[in-house]
């Protein structure tokens, strides 16, 4: 009688952890073909993203039209943003693993920025008026940060084919290609470390919205038309 009683049991328990194991394999099949998490960790993308929220990143939006001046962009910053080894042990890299992967911490190797500079631009700062030029144009720029200049940093650098050159929107507060001319690849990253675009806030619920693709970034006239 005990033994009949302890079978479904056993069943239940076992369907269960099948059903868990299967969608966490379904899961991860959609995270890393189509849809990922990522945590933003800092504020160097206000005010289009806030330090905290949680968005959702599309895999596959680049590859139905090509990245263009004015994308925000999810990237691995691994041998240009970030360093190729953390140092830390393996456990506390897996820890970092799986917290990165359930959304709940930012990672040290993945980067949120807007791309300025395409393969072959000439990128600048600053023109007389103060402007960051792209082929010697001065940049249409209404995503800045409120009160930010466009940059107080000068730099010019030529982008090289199959890298790009990318900034964050909160500029006196995001370390981005302008700090990074002197490292190893010179702050500018390759195509194929562009893991997607961001499309939706997912958390926190007051800030639930999606994030739609801008329209094309482009030189303007000296007088802003």
Known sequence: MDQTKRQPRKMGWRFVFLAVLLAVAASGLVRSLWLDVYFIPSDSMEP????????????????????????????????????????????????ASITQWLGLTGSDTTYVKRVIGLPGDSVACCNAGGRVTVNGR???????FRGDAPS????????????????????????????????????????????????????????FASIPRPPAAGPTTENGQ
Request: no cysteine; charged share 20%; aromatic share 6%.
């Open 152 to 207: 107080t940093q000068k730099f010019s650098a030529v982008v090289p084919d199959g890298r790009l050159w990318l900034m964050g929107d909160h500029r006196s507060v995001s370390a981005d290609s302008r700090s990074l001319l002197g490292a190893p690849g010179g702050g500018m990253v390759p195509l194929d470390r562009v893991v997607g675009r961001p499309v939706h806030i997912i958390w926190p619920l007051d800030r």
């Open 48 to 95: 289009v993203l806030q330090g905290g929220d949680r968005i959702l990143v599309s895999r596959t939006d680049f590859q139905a039209e090509p990245i263009r001046r004015g994308d925000i962009v999810v990237f691995d910053g691994r041998g240009t943003f970030a360093p190729l080894n953390s140092g830390n042990g393996p456990l506390v890299e897996t820890a």
């Open 138 to 144: 001065p940049l249409a720029e209404p995503y800045v």
